[in-house]
């Protein structure tokens, strides 16, 4: 072998060391790197959740589990994990008309849902208590979802409906909050409204 080729032999192997020893980025640089620094678990759902999604950083996948979110950054592949309230459960809904995807935990850096930037009346209530967890007005994120943090380990009704495309609303869907739940709901498909004329 010539001097020139064990030069670049020692060289690539030198590269290859000095690339498995470097230490992984700690959570406190990650969160700096992509502008969350100091933010806790809820702080961050609610940045990306309502982030432009073509302003999303593609080397970031970020995930909402029950008790968890889960960040991981590529190519590097570290997975840093923070704790999400004890008390308190974080579900994301994306209604659809038309089209939607499987998923079960949200991906706030990948998920897209169909309907964007559209006003909905949200109704989500405790099937044993009967009490209304949310009643209201809500508009869906640039990202098509919709999210929100309910308390934890109940069983839960939840009906949408919307003025758009002339009256679109969901069934009622059974949801839990438990820590075996989906974090991601995709499968509310949306249908027209059927008025009923008074006579």
């Not at 809820?42 to 889960?70: C, F, G, N, Y």
């Not at 590097?76 to 974080?90: I, V």
Request: hydrophobic letters at 35%; one cysteine or more.
């Amino acid at each position: 072998m010539s001097l020139y080729r064990r030069v670049l032999a020692l060289l690539a192997a030198s590269l290859l060391l000095l690339t498995a020893c470097a230490p992984a980025s700690s959570l406190d640089d990650v969160l700096s790197k992509y502008g969350m620094a100091g933010k806790n678990a809820e702080e961050i759902i609610e940045h990306l959740e309502t982030m432009d999604p073509q302003d999303r950083p593609d080397d970031l996948l970020v995930s909402v589990q029950a008790d968890q979110l889960v960040i991981q950054e590529q190519p590097d592949g570290t997975e840093h994990t923070m704790p999400l309230p004890q008390d308190k459960f974080y579900l994301s809904i994306a209604p659809y008309k038309e089209q939607t995807h499987d998923c079960f935990y949200h991906a706030l850096t990948s998920c897209l849902g169909e309907i964007t930037d559209t006003e909905f009346f949200v109704h989500i209530r405790d099937t044993e208590t009967g009490e209304n967890y949310v009643n209201d007005h809500y508009r869906t994120n640039p990202n098509g979802f919709v999210g929100f943090w309910l308390p934890r380990d109940r069983n839960v009704e939840m009906k949408l409906s919307t003025h758009a495309d002339h009256g679109l609303e969901s069934p009622k869907v059974q949801l839990s909050t438990a820590s075996d739940a989906p974090t991601c709901i995709t499968d509310v498909k949306l249908n027209p409204i059927i008025y009923v004329e008074e006579k």
